[in-house]
């Protein structure tokens, strides 16, 4: 979650992780104005948040197909590597101790 603080245009101007005077309006991670705020902008760490923030879209979706293809028995789910596995037994051990209203990297895809 994130804080942003907009000029008199109602253009963000910057992004906090803390709630501030300037910065009072909660914006999710995966909001298309946080994209655009980023994208726009040439700082090196700014595109390396932009680019971490999509990976965790992708990482989500990639995470949906995995499950679908599994669910559809295109592929079993011991046909993936062990570490795979691994990883996905332990988000969605992570999932199940989340509440079902609870959203995760913004449930965006």
Same mark, same amino acid.
């Given at each position: 979650m994130y804080y942003v603080a907009?000029? *008199?245009n109602g253009k963000i101007i910057s992004l906090s992780r803390? *709630? /501030?005077i300037d910065a009072s309006e909660e914006k999710t991670s995966l909001d298309s104005e946080i994209w655009e705020f980023l994208?726009?902008?040439?700082?090196?760490d700014s595109l390396r948040m932009s680019l971490s923030l999509s990976d965790m879209g992708l990482i989500r979706a990639i995470e949906d197909l995995i499950n679908l293809l599994i #669910? *559809? *028995?295109v592929i079993y789910? /011991? #046909?993936?590597? #062990? #570490?795979v596995r691994n990883r996905i037994i332990e988000r969605?051990?992570?999932r199940e101790k989340l509440s079902p209203d /609870?959203?995760?990297v913004d449930e965006i895809l």
């Amino acid at each position: 979650m994130y804080y942003v603080a907009r000029d *008199k245009n109602g253009k963000i101007i910057s992004l906090s992780r803390e *709630k /501030t005077i300037d910065a009072s309006e909660e914006k999710t991670s995966l909001d298309s104005e946080i994209w655009e705020f980023l994208s726009n902008d040439d700082d090196e760490d700014s595109l390396r948040m932009s680019l971490s923030l999509s990976d965790m879209g992708l990482i989500r979706a990639i995470e949906d197909l995995i499950n679908l293809l599994i #669910e *559809k *028995k295109v592929i079993y789910f /011991t #046909e993936l590597p #062990e #570490e795979v596995r691994n990883r996905i037994i332990e988000r969605r051990r992570l999932r199940e101790k989340l509440s079902p209203d /609870t959203v995760v990297v913004d449930e965006i895809l």
